[in-house]
């Protein structure tokens, strides 16, 4: 048996959509990217949402769109994709780290209140792997202090926390339709979602050159926009989410039933959070014996991420800068194969292969 990490979803419908493009002669800024943002704007209950090339320019954009600049403080994880920092830094702002929650592997809001000073601006919460952060004392937060939330939902497409949507609670939200997330365009996509209309027009103006008629660009803006190729087939994709993330979310339960009562710690969920379980992802000391046992078996697993961001060199790391969970857990983490095609039968694989492992593993 051969079980992928993750696997993308090809259909006749999706086939067709981009024929159909294809033979419409109009490739960028028509209907497609229309229906799609605001399709999207449904699923996350939010007044508008603007498609751009990634969620790495969907985070670019939206520190721009709020005026984030040199000398500012921005506060974001560590345990996430470099994408969640990097835009910050390229805005000439400075990066302030918070350690997670040991439960949920989300930014600690007690740790974000410890580093907040008066140069702090933004705070970017990352919804990792699809379960939502504790949004409401980081909104507290942000509303005593007058700082921007920029929810990084990259992994968390239809999650809800208490009830409301991912993407409607923080002052905009940034999703990447990149090919293995819970949901793609098939190549490179994002999407920001936001309830504040001055923003997403600048938004929108921004992933446009800062234009709003043809040649004259009043806003500082660049290229970041979706093609209609992309948006065509994210709006076919988008029709399936609820029942994949549905899907995600059985699969888990078997994993979480399997091997719950075992040395590795399995995924907690917040009685608050819809998880959608974009990685499932287990601890244990020996992880990298384990991962190298189930390769030999056929199953592919990830590390998300072996090298926190604080750690990594483009971003010059202070030694004094301690995240002491981030740090244990870059070390335990283990991603297993997780999406909406795995059957049963290869899920108690997996299971069963991990079992066996820990049954005769020193
Ligand atoms: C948490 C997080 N932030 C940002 C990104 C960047 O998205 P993209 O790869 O579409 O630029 C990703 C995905 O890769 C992500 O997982």
New binding site residues.
Partial sequence: MQIPLSKMYVDDEIRQAVLTVLNSGRYIGGQSLGNFEEEFASLCGTKYAIGVS??????LLSLMAVGIGEGDEVIVPSL??I??ATPARFLKSNLVYADIDAETYTMDPAEVQKKITHRTRAIIP?H?YGHPCDMDPIREMAEANRLFVIE?A??AHGASYKGKKIGSLGDVA?F???P??NMTVLG???MITTNDGELAHRVRMMRNHGREQKYVHDLLGLNFRLSELHAAIGREQLRHIIEWNRRRREIAAQYDAMLGNSRVVIPTKSEWAEHVY?MYVIRLKQRDKLAEYLKGRGIETGIHYPVPVHRQPCLTPDPDVSLPITEKYVDEILSLPMHPQLSDKEVQYVASKIKFFLETAR
């Fill in positions: 990634s969620g790495t320019s969907a985070i996430t994709f994408a969640t990352v990792l990084d990259c992994q940034c990447s339709f990149f293995s997330k490179d996509g994002g974009h």
